[in-house]
C-alpha cells in the first residue's frame, strides 16, 4: 500500500481554535464527459480529471496520469467528470507516485479491464503487479512509447516519508516517484508529478504545456519553487491542478488558490483554470528552443 501524504503530522497553529473555516479556492463545475472523448481525433486534447488526474487523448492514443475517479478517503469539493464504468478504453494509465491521490488503487482496480499497460516508477510497479496490474516498472530517464506518444522520466524529490519516523518501515527514495515528459504529435507535455523544487526541472526544453502543482507545502515545489518553473518558461500553458478537489482548507498540498498565481507569473494570461472535464487542446508554442 502507498503511503497517504495527508497522513503526515498536522502542523498546529494559533488558530486552529478558531470555528470559522478558512476559504478555499474551488474548481469550476465539473464539464461531465463520456465515450466521445476516447475516439480517433486529429489533434491533441488534454482533460483535468480533478486532483492531480489528466486524460489525455493524442490522435486517438489514450492516456490518463494519475487518475483517481473514486474511493479518495478525504470530503471531495468537486464530482468527477467520468465514472470508471463509462471509460471505454486505455492505452496506458500514468502513475507518478504511491500517494493514494496519484496512485488510487479502486480507480485502477476498475480500470483494469480497459485498459493496456500501466507505466510508473520500479516501485510502484512492484505495487501494481501485487494488484495484478500489466505494469511496467522504469528508471528516471528511460523512455518508452504509448502509441504515437513517446514518454520519458523525469526526475523528483518526494521521498517525504522518511522524515516522519514511524509513517513508513520502508526507506523510500527519489527514484520512487517520478514525472513523465510526453512528446506527442502536437507538441511536448510535461507532468511534474509531486515534487521539491530540482535544479533539472528548470532546464528542460519548452514544453507545450506544464500540468501545473502550485500548492504552496514544503515537499511540494512550494508556491515560490512554482513560480520559478512558471518563470522558466514563460510561454508555456499550465493546467492546474493539485488545487481545489479537496475540502481541507488547512492542508496546503491541496489547497493553492490559482488568483494568487496570477499576481505572481510572467504572462499570467497562459494559466489555465480548467474545470475538471474541460477540454484543453495542445498546440506547439512557436519559435521555441527544443
Ligand atoms: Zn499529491
Known amino acids: 500500500m502507498g503511503v497517504s501524504w495527508h497522513q503526515v ?37 488534454l482533460r483535468w480529471l480533478g486532483m492531480a488526474g489528466f486524460f489525455i487523448n493524442s490522435r486517438g492514443t489514450t492516456l490518463m496520469v494519475d487518475p483517481l475517479l473514486k474511493g479518495f478517503d478525504m470530503p471531495l469539493l468537486i464530482d468527477f467528470p467520468i465514472d470508471t464504468k463509462d471509460v471505454p478504453k486505455l492505452d496506458a494509465v500514468l502513475v507518478t507516485h504511491a500517494d493514494n491521490d496519484h496512485y488510487s488503487v479502486p480507480t485502477n482496480r476498475d480500470l483494469k479491464p480497459v485498459t493496456k499497460a500501466y507505466h510508473s516508477t520500479i516501485y510502484v510497479d512492484s505495487l501494481m503487479k501485487n494488484e495484478g496490474f500489466p505494469s511496467f516498472g522504469h528508471n528516471i530517464q528511460d523512455t518508452f512509447q504509448v502509441g504515437q506518444v513517446r514518454v520519458k522520466l523525469t526526475p523528483a524529490d518526494h521521498a517525504y516519508q522518511n522524515a516522519y519516523p514511524g509513517m513508513s518501515k520502508r526507506k523510500f527514495k527519489n527514484e520512487d516517484a517520478c514525472g513523465f515528459w510526453l512528446e506527442t504529435p502536437d507538441g ?58 479537496v475540502d481541507a482548507a488547512d492542508f496546503t498540498p491541496f489547497n493553492a488558490d490559482p488568483e494568487q498565481l496570477k499576481k505572481l507569473v510572467v504572462n499570467p494570461g497562459r494559466i489555465h483554470v480548467l474545470a475538471p472535464g474541460e477540454p484543453f487542446r495542445l498546440k506547439r508554442l512557436k519559435n521555441q528552443k527544443r
Open 9 to 45: 503530522p498536522a502542523q498546529t497553529s494559533a488558530d486552529s481554535t478558531i470555528t470559522k473555516k478558512k476559504y478555499q479556492a474551488k474548481a469550476p463545475k465539473t464539464r461531465p464527459f463520456g465515450a466521445e472523448a476516447f475516439k480517433a481525433s486529429s489533434k491533441t486534447t
Open 188 to 245: 511536448t507535455i510535461w507532468a511534474p508529478g509531486d515534487s521539491r523544487l530540482l535544479p533539472e526541472h528548470l532546464q528542460f526544453p519548452t514544453p507545450d504545456a506544464i500540468l501545473f502543482d502550485f500548492s504552496d507545502s514544503e515537499w511540494h515545489f512550494t508556491l515560490a519553487g512554482a513560480v520559478k518553473i512558471a518563470n522558466a518558461y514563460p510561454n508555456t500553458p499550465l493546467l492546474l491542478n493539485h488545487w481545489g478537489s
